[in-house]
């Protein structure tokens, strides 16, 4: 089973989901990642005198060494403009993850729900672009044969830095129950992330790792929630 993640930024993968992607991939799944800017225009590049474009070969390099840490199949970067993909004409982006999924031809790909949970427009973005890809592809190609969307419960609670939004407990498909050794897998990915060290440590964001990784499918409904994002598609 092949599973592609597709988010806007560096880090997106390793402030959430990153458990639940260690165990898919010690499930033996095929994990690919696709992340769709260099994170460049982070206000973090004052910090350091970086230009955007310097701030981006940094940030890449990060991703890749979170990657390498929790073990990704294969990571996909490109070069859209961050913050910027607002401005672009929307059948560009779409034709970048067009062309991704057409190459991987993975069974399930994953991008953030439909509030982005930060709410930030590029996550906005990545949804509504993977989400009209998704339909197209299955329609004409028969495959992916699952969209999952990367949420958060609503009993998650903020810890005073971020404004969440989260998924209500019916909307809720999947539930991934993850070991310690996977969320230790998933802070030591942030560990990565050396640029960001003052503002994971100000907001604690690490210790808000969670066991439970969440996942909305869409246009499928369980009762109860699944505990694997694969569920249904491989015999199981």
Do not use: W
Request: glycine fraction near 8%; hydrophobic fraction near 35%.
């Amino acid at each position: 089973m092949k599973i592609l993640y597709i988010f806007p930024h560096p880090d997106d993968e390793s402030f959430g989901p990153a458990p639940a992607i260690r165990q898919q991939l010690k499930k033996g799944y095929e994990v690919y990642l696709l992340t769709l800017t260099k994170g460049g225009a982070t206000r973090q590049r004052h910090k350091y005198n970086h230009s955007i474009q310097e701030m981006g070969e940094v940030r890449a390099k990060e991703l890749q060494a979170a990657a390498d840490t929790i073990g990704i199949t294969r990571l996909i970067i490109t070069d859209l403009p961050d913050s910027g993909m607002k401005e672009m004409d929307p059948r560009e982006i779409e034709e970048v993850v067009k062309q991704q999924i057409l190459d991987i031809r993975p069974d399930v790909v994953v991008t953030y729900a439909v509030h982005g949970i930060s709410g930030f427009h590029d996550h906005l973005i990545c949804h509504g672009v993977v989400k009209r890809v998704f339909c197209e592809l299955k329609e004409s190609e028969g495959m992916p044969r699952r969209l999952a969307l990367y949420t958060l419960s609503s009993d998650v609670e903020s810890n005073g830095h971020f404004k969440l939004n989260t998924s209500s407990d019916e909307e809720i498909d999947c539930v991934v129950a993850t070991t310690a050794d996977e969320v230790e897998t998933g802070r030591q990915a942030l560990d990565c992330y050396h640029t960001y060290d003052e503002i994971i440590r100000k907001t604690g964001i690490k210790e808000m790792v969670s066991m439970d990784v969440c996942y909305e499918f869409f246009q499928e409904s369980f009762d109860l929630p699944v505990g694997d994002i694969c569920y249904g598609l491989n015999g199981t």
